[in-house]
């Protein structure tokens, strides 16, 4: 019977270590996914910073295409103002679309093509916006390598006992949406 008793003191020790392990395995994943997201703010912050700039330099060769320059702001503004990851993914998909119009206005006004100062905004766009791709699928491989695990038996009842929660992934709903702003150096 003494021999009984060290058999549920051991199982009670690999119960209580393994506990231990996968609540810290959550921890991790779920600072991974915060620091993946991180990212992709930067990111997003240097493509903000740079519509301005490219607005500018656009309304000194088109300004009256006052309309596409409005939408540009606006959508901006909604993104810059955006929280929570769906309402950050609507405002930026919302934001590509207008700069998307944005460069193709460019295309009517070859002073505005050969301006070297828009060439370099045009640039530092698309290299942001190849830098915000992947930045987003690091942060959706982070979420659905945090989601597994946390919907994963027995770690669902560890996320359970310690309220973790489900993170959404960085989507965009439109099609449209999807397609970086066209870049032409043509």
Do not use: C
């Amino acid at each position: 019977m003494p021999g009984l008793g060290w058999v549920f003191v051991g199982v009670g020790v690999v119960l209580i270590l393994w506990v231990i392990a996968a609540f810290n395995g959550l921890v991790a994943g779920r600072n991974q996914v915060r620091n993946a997201w991180s990212q992709i703010d930067v990111q997003l912050k240097r493509r903000h910073d740079l519509i301005p700039n490219l607005v500018e330099t656009v309304k000194g060769y088109a300004g009256h295409e006052k309309e596409t320059l409005d939408r540009v702001i606006q959508a901006r503004s909604r993104a810059v103002d955006a929280h929570g990851t769906a309402a950050i993914s609507a405002a930026e998909g919302e934001l590509s679309q207008a700069l998307g119009r944005l460069m193709m206005l460019s295309e009517a006004y070859p002073n505005l093509k050969a301006n070297t100062n828009f060439l370099s905004l045009q640039e530092e766009l698309t290299s942001t916006e190849n830098k915000i791709g992947f930045a987003r699928q690091f942060y959706n491989d982070s979420v659905m390598k945090f989601n597994t695990r946390l919907e994963s038996f027995p770690t669902n009842i560890i996320g359970g006992m310690f309220n973790f929660e489900k993170e959404e992934f960085f989507e965009l709903t439109d099609s449209a949406q999807r397609e970086a702003p066209k870049v032409s150096f043509s």
